[in-house]
């Protein structure tokens, strides 16, 4: 059963640069069944993909976001990276890591990590 | 880009009702929609993709529907537990992928 786990500062400075590290275990990053995807849910709304990659490298972003995201990935640590520039206010949100299944559908939500942009 | 709409945005019913709420893609998705389940406070599961494929250990009252661009989501019976916001998810052009804007389902 893979399991992920976000971590990073769970505050952020307006104008700042948002960074997580989501930790892959109970398999591995390197595997062809599953793309790792970026979701957020600002407090009270709804969900909202910002990216995927593969472990090859090969990354997808939401339009909306491309220009201040980027998503990387380290196969020998089992971990994907989430970078976000120029954050503001709202960027507050939950944002979760999550594996996609075959890069369709996303399996085995992890239990997110609340970032906060404020001053 | 594809624009999903989730209607109602909220909805109130019975236990034992059956409820239906609808997806609309705003092109064709063929059948490459998923649905989620997050309840108060909790983290999104997985309910339903491919349409109408039910993701292990999901009750057989949730059903899905359709194709093209309207796609419903169906709780035949509906349960306490099933107290959630539903969202769709379209994954036509995956791995760039889009969710619906959900539909809140509260108990009467």
């Known amino acids: 059963q893979l399991q992920l786990q976000e971590s990073g500062p769970g505050l952020v400075k307006p104008s700042e640069t948002l960074a997580l590290t989501c930790t892959v275990s109970g398999g591995s990053i390197s595997s062809n069944y599953y793309y790792w995807g970026w979701v957020r849910q600002p407090p009270g709304k709804g969900l909202e993909w910002i990216g995927s990659i593969y472990y090859t490298g090969s990354t997808y972003y939401n339009p909306s976001l491309k220009s201040r995201v980027s998503i990387s990935v380290d196969t020998s640590k089992d971990q994907f990276s989430l970078r976000l520039t120029s954050v503001t206010a709202a960027d507050t949100a939950i944002y979760y890591c999550?594996?996609?299944?075959?890069?369709?559908?996303?399996?085995?939500w992890g239990r997110g990590t609340l970032v906060t942009v404020s001053s | 880009d594809i624009q999903l709409t989730q209607t109602p945005s909220s909805l109130s019913a019975s236990v034992g009702d059956r409820v239906t709420f609808t997806c609309r893609a705003s092109?064709?998705?063929?059948?490459?929609l998923a649905w989620y389940q997050q309840k108060p406070g909790k983290i999104p599961k997985l309910l339903i993709y491919?349409?109408?494929t039910l993701e292990s250990g999901v009750p057989s009252r949730f059903s899905g529907g359709g194709s093209g661009t309207v796609f419903t989501l169906t709780i035949s019976s509906l349960q306490p537990d099933d107290v959630a916001t539903y969202y769709c998810?379209?994954?036509?052009?995956?791995?760039?992928?889009?969710f619906g804007g959900g539909t809140k389902v509260e108990i009467k």
């Open positions: 998810q379209e994954y036509n052009n995956a791995p760039a992928l889009t």
């Open positions: 491919a349409v109408y």
């Open positions: 999550v594996p996609l299944r075959s890069g369709y559908y996303f399996d085995s």
């Open positions: 092109q064709d998705i063929s059948n490459y």
